[in-house]
Nanobody, 121 residues
Framework: VQLVESGGGPVQGGGSLKLSCVAS????????MGWFRQVPGKEREGVAV???????RYADSEKGRFTISRDDARQTVSLQMNSLRVEDTAMYYC??????????????????WGRGTQVTV
């Protein structure tokens, strides 16, 4: 499974960005897909994940601001980020793992990762 992220960039505080991740390879809609982020010197952390049935889970700090969605026909998972804050600045990574994933927001659950896209607020 290969994952390629896009959509990052600079944005003013309070603004919005939409990240996208396109999957290729052995994907059949049965994967749990997620977004994680990392700042230098800190551990990568879960932001939002979406299961094959479309159910989503978010980290507490992102609830109400971020929305994750998936389009299995296009093998794409997106993250709409609104009301961005300085503390949202990070490298954002797409991740995928066959469902079920016992701890969806835990990075150790995922074996497939993209290279990341930088978001700077």
């Amino acid at each position: 499974v290969q994952l390629v992220e896009s959509g990052g960039g600079p944005v003013q505080g309070g603004g919005s960005l939409k990240l996208s991740c396109v999957a290729s390879g052995d994907t059949d809609g049965s994967y749990c897909m997620g977004w994680f982020r990392q700042v230098p010197g800190k551990e990568r952390e879960g932001v939002a994940v979406v299961s094959p049935d479309g159910s989503a889970r978010y980290a507490d700090s992102e609830k109400g601001r971020f929305t994750i969605s998936r389009d299995d026909a296009r093998q794409t998972v997106s993250l709409q980020m609104n009301s961005l804050r300085v503390e949202d600045t990070a490298m954002y990574y797409c991740a995928a793992e066959p469902s079920p994933v016992p701890q969806p927001l835990a990075l150790h659950e995922y074996r497939h990762w993209g290279r990341g896209t930088q978001v700077t607020v």
